[in-house]
């Protein structure tokens, strides 16, 4: 088979490493994409990883599985709708081009929407907590989309900017991609990229494992999920800014991830914070209330009925006093 591309890190010593975009053909005719093939190897792990873990959190595999059953279409729909409404002048000219989803076009923030939907369209169905479903699903999200980031990587796209670490990446297609938007950039099409499908892998499999590490020690709901989007947040803000293929708000040259992203960092740690000082309260307050308990419970020491007795019979031995101060007291 002939290789779409030729990819070259000539800071490595890699050069004409043949890639190509379809994995293999069925009998022949259908060709089956690596990035349809590496999305589905995402999901079916994240289920099995999923299924194997929902009893530790009070849930049961088939909730997991209708979960993905709601999730994987919204997800789709979503994100392609994400992406059709921020490129509109180009989908206005022909509107089949909105289905031909072969020549890409899947916005990853229109999957986190269509994800979300989907879970709280679970949860009124199957009458499961709605935080509690978004903390136990958050800590899958980085796996597939650090599995998902090699997509990118076999279709030659979603680069970076023109670079000189030894990482850097150069392929017929970058060239073919920067001359076309040179103009624009004022990028140099014969130099390596940024392979920004790598930056967001390794960072997802780090966010990952931290996120399995937050679920377990949870001290209060949303904590797993806060934290997945502001470390996420703070990733796609970096890739983002040395991206050459940004969504962007009409003329206004705002990067909508960037923007997102931005938005994710800031109400994540707003969040983080007044969730956790209500937290430290709501903790104090138990506290405070069981020592007032264990006050209120205490024994009576033993001599106390005595000492009360004694306390009594002593008064009786005083003379009572009179209402009228001139007069004497009865004996």
């Keep these: 088979m002939q290789p779409d591309f030729l990819v070259d890190f000539p800071g490595l010593g890699i050069h ?22 590496l999305i589905a190897f995402a ?13 530790k959190f009070s849930l049961t595999p088939d909730d997991v599985m209708d979960t993905f059953i709601v999730i994987i279409p919204l997800m789709i729909v979503m994100a392609r709708l994400f992406y059709v409404v921020f490129e509109w002048e180009y989908f206005s000219q022909d509107l ?15 999957g986190v929407i269509g994800g ?3 879970i709280i369209v679970i949860t009124r169905v199957k009458k499961i907590s709605l935080v509690r479903l978004l903390d136990f699903f958050a800590v899958y999200v980085p796996l ?20 000189t670490l030894p990482w850097g990446m150069y392929s017929n297609q970058t060239d073919y991609y920067l001359q076309y938007v ?32 937050v679920r377990k020690k949870s001290t209060f709901p949303l904590q797993t999920t806060l ?28 990067r909508i991830s960037m923007l997102l992203s931005a938005l994710m960092v800031v109400g994540s740690i707003v969040f983080l914070i007044v969730l956790k000082r209500r937290q430290m309260r709501l ?35 005083l003379p009572a006093k009179s209402a009228d101060p001139d007069k004497p007291a009865s004996p």
């Excluded at 994995?23 to 259908?30: I, P």
């Excluded at 069981?290 to 009786?316: K, L, N, R, W, Y």
């Design 116 to 118: 979300v939907i989907a």
């Design 283 to 317: 903790e104090l307050t138990r506290a405070l209330s069981a020592d007032d308990s264990e006050t209120s419970a205490e024994p009576v020491p033993e001599d106390s009925e005595d000492a009360s007795a004694d306390f009594v019979a002593i008064e009786d031995e």
């Design 227 to 254: 934290w997945y989007l502001l470390l996420y947040g703070m990733v796609r803000y970096f890739v983002e800014s040395i991206r050459t293929d940004p969504l962007v708000i009409g003329n206004t040259g705002i």
């Design 43 to 55: 999901l079916v792990l994240c289920l099995l990883l999923a299924m194997r873990q929902a009893p």
């Design 182 to 213: 040179t103009r624009v950039t004022g990028l140099n099409p014969d130099l390596p990229v940024h392979p920004t499908f790598f930056y967001e892998f390794a960072a997802n499999l780090l966010i990952f494992f931290w996120l399995l590490r």
């Design 144 to 163: 597939g989309q650090a599995i998902g980031r090699w997509g990118n990587f076999f279709n030659q796209e979603a680069f970076g900017t023109n670079t």
């Design 96 to 110: 089949r081009r909105v289905f031909s989803t072969r020549d890409g076009g899947l916005a990853f923030y229109g």
């Design 16 to 37: 004409d490493l043949p890639v190509n975009r379809v994995a293999f053909e069925l009998f022949g005719r259908w060709p089956v994409y690596w990035y349809g093939l």
